[in-house]
C-alpha cells in the first residue's frame, strides 16, 4: 500500500460519519419505502448502521494485500443487508438504486480527497482509486443480488408448502373416516404434491375411508385426471377405501377420453349423497352427516 492509498485510507475512515450523512440525504419521499426520507428513527438508525458497515467494507479494500475486499467481509455484508431487505419486502430494484447512490456518495469524498490533494495526486492515483472502489462496489452488488434471490426464493417456497398444506387437507370426521374437500384449479403440480401427501396423511391418521370430493375444482387437465386415478389406486393397495364425489361433467369426459376406469369405485354427485349412501354407525354417521350439510 502506497501513502496515498494510506492517507485516503485514513481520510474516508475519519469521515465515515460524514459520509453516511450526505448519502442519508439523498432519499426519497416515497412512502413505504425503507429508503423515504419519511422513514421513522428506527429505520434510520438502522440505515445509518448498515451504511457505516458499508463504507467500511468498500474503504477496507485500500489497504487489503490486492486492495479488493475480502470474500468473508462481502459476504457478512451482503448477508445482512440481503436478510434486512427481505423482511421489509423491500424490491430488489429500490436496493440497487440506494445502492448507487451510496457508490456516488462515497465516490465523492475521493474526489474531494484528489482536489485537496492535487499537488500531489495524479492522474493515474484517480485512475487507480476508481477501479479499487468501483470493483469493490461490482462485488458487493453481485453477491447482495445473488443472496436476496436466494433468500427471497427460499420464502416463497416456504410459502407455497404452506399453501399446499392448507389446501390439500386431509380432514378426520371420526377415528377411521376422513374428507378429502378439494378447491380451485388443480395443476401438475399440485396434482403431484396431492399424490405424494395424501396417502402419508391417511396413514397418520389411521383413516380407512376417505371421501374425495371434486365439487369445488372446476379444471381438470388430463395429467391431472390421471394423477387422481392413480391416488385412489395408491390409497387402495394401502387398504383404504375411496369414494369420489362431485364429479363436473367435463371432468368425467376427460377420464373417459384417457380411459381411466372409475368404474370399479364408488362415485356420487355430491359429498352429501356420499355420506348418506355409507353404511356408518351412529356416531359416525352423524359427524359425517353434520359435516355434509
Excluded at 116 to 138: G, L, P
Excluded at 254 to 262: A, K, P, W
Aim: one cysteine or more; glycine letters at 4%; proline letters at 2%.
Amino acid at each position: 500500500m502506497n501513502k496515498l492509498d494510506e492517507k485516503l485510507y485514513e481520510y474516508l475512515t475519519e469521515l465515515a460519519p460524514r459520509i453516511t450523512d450526505k448519502w442519508l440525504k439523498t432519499r426519497s419521499g416515497e412512502k413505504g419505502s425503507v429508503y423515504s426520507s419519511e422513514a421513522d428513527d428506527a429505520v434510520e438508525q438502522m440505515l445509518r448502521e448498515q451504511n457505516a458497515v458499508t463504507n467500511k467494507t468498500i474503504t477496507s479494500a485500500f489497504i487489503n494485500e490486492h486492495q479488493v475486499v475480502a470474500e468473508e467481509e462481502i459476504e457478512h455484508w451482503a448477508l445482512m443487508i440481503a436478510k434486512s431487505r427481505v423482511e421489509s419486502a423491500t424490491p430488489i430494484y429500490e436496493i440497487l438504486d440506494a445502492m448507487r447512490k451510496v457508490r456516488e456518495t462515497y465516490w465523492s469524498f475521493v474526489e474531494q480527497f484528489a482536489a485537496d490533494h492535487s499537488d500531489t495526486v495524479e492522474i493515474k492515483d484517480v485512475m487507480h482509486w476508481s477501479q479499487i472502489v468501483h470493483s469493490a462496489f461490482d462485488q458487493l452488488n453481485t453477491t447482495l443480488t445473488q443472496l436476496y434471490y436466494d433468500l427471497t426464493a427460499a420464502r416463497l417456497q416456504g410459502q407455497q408448502s404452506l399453501i399446499n398444506e392448507l389446501s390439500i387437507p386431509v380432514i378426520p370426521v371420526s377415528d377411521k373416516i376422513g374428507i378429502l374437500p378439494l378447491i380451485g384449479d388443480i395443476d401438475t403440480a399440485r396434482a403431484k404434491y396431492l399424490l405424494e401427501t395424501i396417502p402419508n396423511k391417511c396413514s397418520e391418521f389411521g383413516i380407512e375411508m376417505l371421501y374425495v370430493d371434486l365439487s369445488g375444482v372446476s379444471i381438470i387437465d388430463t395429467m391431472v385426471a390421471q394423477e387422481i386415478h392413480n391416488l385412489i389406486k395408491i390409497l387402495q393397495l394401502l387398504g383404504i377405501d375411496s369414494t369420489i364425489s362431485g364429479i363436473r361433467p367435463e371432468v368425467a369426459q376427460t377420464s373417459i377420453q384417457l380411459g381411466l376406469d372409475f368404474t370399479q369405485m364408488k362415485t356420487y354427485s355430491t359429498l352429501k349423497q356420499a355420506l348418506q349412501a355409507s353404511d356408518l354407525g351412529g356416531k359416525e354417521a352423524g359427524l359425517v352427516q353434520k359435516f355434509s350439510e
